[in-house]
T-cell receptor, first 113, second 114 residues
């Protein structure tokens, strides 16, 4: 079974700085998908970014980018020019073939004004 | 565009009472549907998922059940609530087809069992 590990329960950073959230996963599969979700205080889960494992190029969405290291099974999220609205729980998630997402336990990120 | 609705937004129920949470999706057909529970400050636990009408897969044995009476409707139920059923319940959908497989979540229902 696949597992997803987020080793940073909490992080904080000053507004406008860059922060990187870590995620590692364990799988024997070669074609899969990885996602980062954001859960703000409203608790609605919002998809931030996705990465297909067969693509070597790292995904980017505006201020959000990932560092996907397939061999190391690492999938970190970088938030540039952090904003107060980025304060949220961030969940890393893995998907392979069986219609189910496997989520990590989350990282609580606080942006300090 | 697709929209997912959940209701009610908040619910307080006594132990032993029944439960019915509803989730509907608009703007897509034959979606995969999911129910998750999230305890305070914790990650998401997948409870049920459905790839079609009447098809329900259960992930964990528990006091809850799910049904999919229509293509875009997913219902979470219980005959008798337990204190441990308290939590935040999220419904999600995905296309389940082609690339992506990302899931899109509803606004959630906060359930407190007293």
């Amino acid at each position: 079974a696949q597992t997803v590990t987020q080793s940073q329960p909490e992080m904080s950073v000053q507004e406008a700085e860059t922060v990187t959230l870590s995620c590692t996963y364990d799988t024997s599969e070669s074609n899969y998908y990885l996602f980062w979700y954001k859960q703000p205080p409203s608790r609605q889960m919002i998809l931030v970014i996705r990465q297909e494992a067969y693509k070597q190029q790292n995904a980017t969405e505006n201020r959000f980018s990932v560092n996907f290291q397939k061999a190391a099974k690492s999938f970190s999220l970088k938030i540039s020019d952090s904003q107060l609205g980025d304060t949220a729980m961030y969940f890393c998630a893995f998907f392979f073939g069986n219609e189910k997402l496997t989520f990590g336990t989350g990282t609580r990120l606080t942006i300090i004004p | 565009s697709q929209t997912i609705h959940q209701w009610p937004a908040t619910l307080v129920q006594p132990v032993g009472s029944p439960l019915s949470l509803e989730c509907t999706v608009e703007g897509t057909s034959n979606p995969n549907l999911y129910w998750y529970r999230q305890a305070a400050g914790r990650g998401l636990q997948l409870l049920f998922y459905s790839v079609g009408i009447g098809q329900i897969s259960s992930e964990v044995p528990q006091n809850l059940s799910a049904s999919r009476p229509q293509d875009r409707q997913f219902i979470l139920s219980s005959k008798k609530l337990l204190l441990s059923d308290s939590g935040f319940y999220l419904c999600a959908w995905s296309t389940g087809r082609g690339l992506g497989h990302e899931q899109y979540f509803g606004p959630g229902t906060r359930l407190t069992v007293t």
